[in-house]
Every structure is written in C-alpha cells, then in structure tokens.
C-alpha cells in the first residue's frame, strides 16, 4: 500500500531547505502540499489591532504563490483552504486518505494550541501526526550557521559549503522524482486555482481583490 502524507506549510513557504518536506518525502511515496488560511490569523486583537494587516497580507500572498509556482513546476501545485485547521486539515486526510500529515513544530502559544487542536482531530481518524523542530546552530565564533534538525547529532558545519551544495542538490533531485511521480498517480491538486486573492478580500482586506 503507498504511503500518503499530507505537508502542512505554515511559515515555512519555501520547497528549498525545508525539513518538515524533507522528512515527509524521505517516508512516504505521496505527497499532498496544504496551506489552511486559519481564520484566528485575521481576528481581531483584543486591543483593537488585526492581527494579519495589509501588508503582511500582501506578503503572505505572494509567498503562497511563489510555493504554488515553484510546486507547480514540479508537476504539482499548493491546495489552499480556508478555516479552522483542526477542521480543515482532517477533512483532507479523509478525502485523499493521508496516512500522515506533517508540519513544522510551532514554539508560541497559541500556534502551539492549533497544533494539538489538529494532533488531537487526526488522532481520531487514525492519521498519525509529526511535527519537525529545528534549531539555530552556531559556529565557534558565535556567529549563527544554519538550521538543522534536532535528531541530527553532526550537523554539517556552515564551512562545508561544497558538501552543503552537494545535499541541497541531491535533496532537489529526490523531490523533482517523487513530485513528478505522484502528479502522474493523479493525487496531487495541479488542478486547483489560486483563490487567495478573493479568499483575502473576505476577510476585509479588499485591496488584494
């Protein structure tokens, strides 16, 4: 039976250097890339502030579709929803049958309190969740080198730039492969439009219509 996961992308919009992707592809033979619009993002504060405003908006916005484009070029694309992610998320699972759903591990409040909220709905479906920490090292010099998985006991140190190369290179190569075979399996979205602009306009910020 192929291995379904499902990638949540939170703040980590990027297909380069991205371990929570990483992982899901080095454990799985398809991948469902997922970004939920949570609706706690655009509320409003209790000092009267919106917590997304428009520029942030406007941020957010081109960053999810640079990630479409850049998915897209491998055959795929990014499915946005929109709503509560404990909702949304399993919903998903159970449409594609996701075995897994993966996502960068959160270390603030109330991020932290949606990750659980999601654990907690995928638990009831069977779909097992994993969430990816990673950690600043730094050089000898106290300067900051790069992130690298906690689990990684050796991280490659920020003077290996031609062996980091090399694995940047390598990694690229490994998710062209599994993007491109899971497109032609037919279970990657390369068929969905991008809503973001309207799906932004109904949370107020009509300027992005």
Request: glycine content about 6%; charged content about 20%.
């Amino acid at each position: 039976m192929k291995i379904t996961a499902l990638v949540w992308f939170k703040t980590d919009l990027r297909i380069q250097d991205n371990e929570t992707l990483i992982a899901a592809i080095s454990k799985s033979d398809q991948i469902l890339p997922v970004y939920c619009l949570d609706e706690a993002h655009f509320a409003t504060t209790s000092y009267g502030f919106q917590k997304t405003g428009s520029f942030r908006a406007q941020f957010l916005l081109e960053s999810l579709q640079d990630l479409d484009a850049q998915l897209r070029d491998l055959g795929s694309g990014l499915l946005v929803v929109k709503g509560n992610p404990a909702v949304e998320l399993p919903k998903l699972a159970q449409a594609y049958q996701v075995q897994k759903v993966y996502a960068k591990r959160e270390v603030a409040f109330e991020e932290i309190q949606t990750e659980k909220a999601v654990q907690n709905e995928l638990f009831k479906l069977g779909c097992e969740f994993e969430s990816i920490s990673l950690v600043a090292r730094h050089d000898d010099r106290g300067g900051s080198c790069q992130l690298h998985h906690f689990g990684v006991a050796n991280p490659i140190g920020c003077r290996n730039d031609d062996l980091i190369s090399n694995i940047e290179s390598g990694r690229q190569s490994v998710i062209k492969h599994l993007f491109s075979t899971a497109a032609n399996n037919g279970l990657l979205p390369s068929h969905f439009k991008s809503v973001l602009p309207l799906e932004l306009c109904s949370y107020g910020l009509t300027k992005f219509a």
